[in-house]
């Protein structure tokens, strides 16, 4: 067992930071919802939170991942 003052699997610095940019999406139907679940899943975008407004407007909060 490795104790936690070993450093030989430590992240090296070199590895860029993972950073995140949030993002949504509005939908005015089903079909526009679908379509943008379907994107956020095929690219691994991580979903946050759907919302619905008195006119049945959907809003998607999603994160997607950068590197740099």
Request: hydrophobic letters at 40%.
């Amino acid at each position: 067992m490795k104790t936690p003052e070993d450093k030989s699997h430590a992240v090296p610095a070199m590895v860029p930071a993972i950073r995140y940019i949030n993002d949504f999406e509005r939908c005015t139907d089903l079909q526009q919802l679908r379509f943008v679940m379907e994107n956020i899943n095929r690219n691994q975008y991580q979903l946050i939170s759907v919302t619905q407004d008195s006119e049945d407007v959907f809003t998607v909060f999603f994160r997607r991942c950068l590197l740099g």
